[in-house]
């Protein structure tokens, strides 16, 4: 299986995310690499145990953005809910979210790394 095929199985809107690049295949999976290196400098546990939710929030709309310009929806779904949530002061929430997510990511991730 190819990893566009791969990540359709993900949840990953693949074609709309190709499309917004023009229908240019190559530069969507470049920038996916990219995604992948941005995530890791981006992540963050869902440990999270602090008042100040900023940090968190800051590195959490980053992915929203990334992931949503890539059409990477599982991800951005997830992100998107947990900065919200955060915003609302809603951290148990937002950890359950983040939890729940990290596994579908992870494949996301290691899909394209092993590419």
Do not use: C
């Not at 992540?43 to 100040?52: I, M």
């Not at 997830?78 to 919200?84: D, G, K, L």
């Amino acid at each position: 299986m190819n990893l566009l095929d791969e990540l359709r199985e993900l949840g990953v809107s693949v074609d709309e995310g190709v499309k917004r690049l023009g229908g240019n295949t190559a530069i969507y999976k470049k920038m996916l690499g990219t995604f992948t290196k941005m995530m890791k400098n981006y992540s963050f546990e869902p440990d999270f145990d602090n008042t100040d939710y900023e940090d968190i929030i800051e590195k959490a709309h980053a992915i929203k953005g990334a992931s949503g310009n890539l059409s990477v929806t599982p991800v951005y779904e997830a992100y998107s809910e947990i900065v919200r949530l955060l915003r609302n002061d809603q951290p148990e929430e937002a950890r359950e979210v983040l939890v729940n997510v990290l596994p579908v990511q992870e494949k996301i991730i290691s899909a394209i790394d092993n590419s």
